[in-house]
C-alpha cells in the first residue's frame, strides 16, 4: 500500500512543472503547472497575481531550442510548445499595443504598458528626435524619482540613469532641464500618463520589428502596430499599410509575402525574405493576430487562415482572443476600486539598468565620432546578416539597422542597437540564425560507412583463403546455386517495385478523382457551405474558374453534342 502512495506521488511530482515568468518590472513569477496545462491557465495565473482586468493586450513569450521567438498560445499546452527542458523561462510582455494607451480603464493597465514602452524605448525600438527623447526620459525620471530637491539630486544627476542604449552629456542636461523647470508636482501616475500621450504620437509607437531582406537584398525590418503594417529601412519609415487595406497574408518556406488592395483598384504583392522558415511562420503569426485583434469588429468574425495555396496543405492558424473593440467595450464596465501599484524604483536590472553610468558621446570629438561609429557598423555587418526575420518590394535604401553587441538576458537575449545623438534605431531581438553544428567525429563515422569496406587484418585473411583450381571446380556448383538463388531474389524485387507503382498509380488516380468530384461540386452546386464558400471567394479560384474552367466546360459541351447530333443523323 505505501509502495503504491508512494509511486503516485512520484508520477504527479513528474506531471508537475516549474514555470519562471519575468516581468516587466524585471520581478520573477514562478508558480508549478501540470503537463497538460493550457497556456491560458498560466496566463491567468500571472494576471491574477498582477491584479489585472484588462489582460487583453499582453501575452508570454518565449525563446525556443532553436533561438526563435514565440508568443504562448492559449489554447495549447505549455509543455508542448516549450519542447524544453524544465524549468520553464517565459516573459510577460505587451502583445497589442493599444491604440490610445490614455484611454486604458484601470491605472494598473496604464502603468504596464507604460513599463513596457520604457523598456521599448530603452532597447532602440522606439524612434523619436533628440528633443522628444529628452521629454520622454524627464517623464520616467519624475514619476520615478518625484520632483527635483536640490539636496538630493546634485548636478549631473541625470547621468545615473539610462534611458537609451547610448546618450550624450548635451542631452543628460536637457533631461535634467526638463524635469527641474516642467514637470515639478506631477505624481507618478500623471507623469506616467502624459508619458504614453507622447509616445503615442511617434511613428514607430507600438513597433516590434521583425528583421528580414526585400527582393533586393536589402536589410529592413517589419512591424505591426495598432494602425497598420509598417517596414522600416535605416531610420525611415519606407512602407505603412492601414489595417484595412491588407487584403492577405501569405508564407512558403522563408518567403512572407503581404497582400495590398488600395483605391482604385490597385493590388499590390510586398515580399520578403527570412533566413528560418520558422522566423516566417513567426512573423505570418504575428500578422494574423494583429489583423484580426485591430481590423475586425467582433471576435466571431475571426476564421482559420492557411498559409498555404488552394490544394496544398500548409499551415493553418486562428486567433483565439477577444479584439480590440471588444476589449475596449468590456473595460469601460470594470467596477471595481483600482488596486494598489507597486512601482519599481529605478534600480539596476539585467535588460534596462538605470542606475548606471551610460556611454557619453560629447567628450570625442564629432568628427572622431562618425569615424568610431562607422568602425562599429562594419564590425557587426555579419550580426545584422545573421538576424532571424524577413522584406519589402521597395526602391527607397536607406542604412540598416546595425544590433549592438549587447545580450539582454530578462528580454530573451535580446540586442539593442547603436544609436547615434540625432536619431535612434530600432533592433529588437536580433538573434543569431541557428547554424547546424556538424561534429568531427559524425564526419569520421560518415566516411568510414562510405569509404572504407574492411580493414587490412580481414584483407590478409582474404588473401590466405582464396581457393585453388581443383577447389574452383567443386565450388562451381555452389556458385550456380547461388547465382540462381539470387536471380530469383532480383525478380521478387522487382515485382516489389511494380506493385509499388501501381500502387503509386492507384492513389494518384483516386486523389484526381476525388479533385475532380470537388471541383466539379464547387462550381456546378449551389452548396452554401462555409468552407466551399470560403474557396469561392479566393482570388485563385475566380481566376481559374472564368479562365480555364468555363472555356474547357463549353468545349467539353459542343463536343458532346457534336456527337449526340452524329448519332442521330445515322
Not at 502512495?5 to 508558480?31: A, H, I, K
Not at 540625432?422 to 538573434?431: H, I, R
Not at 559524425?442 to 580481414?458: K, V, Y
Amino acid at each position: 500500500m505505501l509502495s503504491r502512495l508512494m509511486s503516485g506521488s512520484s508520477r504527479s511530482l513528474e506531471r508537475e512543472y516549474s514555470c519562471t515568468v519575468r516581468l516587466l518590472d524585471d520581478s520573477e513569477y514562478t508558480c508549478t503547472i501540470q503537463r497538460d496545462a493550457k497556456g491560458q491557465y498560466l496566463f491567468d495565473l500571472l494576471c491574477h497575481h498582477l491584479n489585472l482586468l484588462e489582460k487583453d493586450y499582453f501575452g508570454i513569450r518565449f525563446v525556443d531550442p532553436d533561438k526563435q521567438r514565440h508568443w504562448l498560445e492559449f489554447t495549447k499546452s505549455v509543455v508542448k510548445q516549450l519542447r524544453s527542458q524544465p524549468p520553464f523561462t517565459m516573459c510577460f510582455r505587451v502583445k497589442f499595443y493599444p491604440a490610445d494607451p490614455a484611454a486604458l480603464k484601470e491605472e494598473i493597465t496604464r502603468y504596464l504598458v507604460f513599463l513596457q514602452i520604457k523598456r521599448d524605448l530603452y532597447h532602440g525600438r522606439l524612434l523619436c528626435k533628440t528633443s522628444d527623447a529628452a521629454l520622454l526620459a524627464a517623464y520616467i525620471l519624475q514619476a520615478e524619482i518625484g520632483d527635483y530637491d536640490p539636496g538630493k539630486h546634485p548636478e549631473g544627476y541625470s547621468s545615473k540613469f539610462q534611458f537609451f542604449p547610448k546618450h550624450s552629456e548635451k542631452l543628460e542636461k536637457k533631461i535634467a532641464e526638463i524635469h527641474k523647470s516642467e514637470l515639478s508636482g506631477q505624481t507618478p501616475a500623471t507623469s506616467e500618463l502624459n508619458f504614453l500621450r507622447k509616445a503615442q504620437t511617434l511613428e514607430t509607437y507600438g513597433v516590434d520589428p521583425h528583421p528580414c531582406k526585400d527582393v533586393s537584398g536589402n536589410a529592413a525590418f517589419l512591424a505591426f502596430t495598432p494602425f497598420g503594417f509598417v517596414v522600416l529601412q535605416g531610420n525611415k519609415r519606407v512602407h505603412f499599410i492601414k489595417w484595412n487595406e491588407v487584403t492577405k497574408l501569405k508564407f512558403e518556406g522563408k518567403t512572407f509575402y503581404l497582400y495590398v488592395s488600395q483605391k482604385e483598384e490597385k493590388k499590390i504583392i510586398l515580399t520578403y525574405f527570412a533566413p528560418t522558415p520558422e522566423a516566417c511562420k513567426h512573423l505570418w503569426k504575428c500578422g494574423i493576430e494583429n489583423q484580426a485583434f485591430y481590423k475586425l469588429e467582433k471576435s466571431s468574425q475571426v476564421r482559420t487562415v492557411s498559409s498555404s495555396n488552394l490544394f496544398f496543405k500548409g499551415s493553418r492558424f486562428r486567433y483565439s482572443g477577444r479584439v480590440a473593440k471588444e476589449v475596449m467595450e468590456s473595460s469601460a464596465k470594470i467596477k471595481r476600486e483600482p488596486p494598489e501599484i507597486h512601482r519599481a524604483g529605478m534600480v539596476p536590472s539585467r535588460s534596462c539598468p538605470s542606475i548606471t553610468h551610460g556611454p557619453r558621446l560629447s567628450s570625442v570629438p564629432r568628427t572622431r565620432r562618425r569615424a568610431v561609429h562607422i568602425s562599429i557598423m562594419e564590425g557587426l555587418e555579419s550580426l545584422r546578416d545573421s538576424a532571424h526575420s524577413t522584406p519589402v518590394r521597395s526602391s527607397s535604401q536607406g542604412d540598416t539597422f546595425l544590433p549592438h553587441v549587447r545580450s539582454s538576458r530578462a528580454d530573451s537575449n535580446e540586442r539593442v542597437a547603436v544609436i547615434a545623438d540625432e536619431a535612434y534605431s530600432p533592433a529588437d531581438s536580433v538573434l543569431p540564425t541557428p547554424v547546424a553544428e556538424h561534429s568531427l567525429e559524425l564526419m569520421l563515422l560518415s566516411r568510414q560507412i562510405n569509404g572504407a569496406t574492411c580493414s587490412i587484418e580481414e584483407e590478409k585473411e582474404s588473401e590466405a583463403s582464396t581457393p585453388t583450381a581443383t577447389e574452383a571446380e567443386a565450388l562451381g556448383g555452389e556458385l550456380r546455386a547461388l547465382c540462381q538463388g539470387h536471380g530469383g531474389s532480383e525478380r521478387e524485387q522487382v515485382n516489389k517495385f511494380v506493385l509499388s507503382v501501381l500502387r503509386l498509380l492507384l492513389v494518384t488516380v483516386g486523389l484526381l478523382f476525388v479533385l475532380l468530384l470537388l471541383l466539379i461540386i464547387l462550381t456546378e452546386s449551389d452548396l452554401d457551405v462555409a468552407f466551399f464558400r470560403d474557396i469561392r471567394q479566393t482570388p485563385e479560384f475566380e481566376q481559374f474558374h472564368y479562365q480555364y474552367f468555363c472555356p474547357l466546360r463549353r468545349w467539353f459541351a459542343c463536343k458532346i453534342r457534336s456527337v449526340v447530333s452524329l448519332l442521330i443523323d445515322t
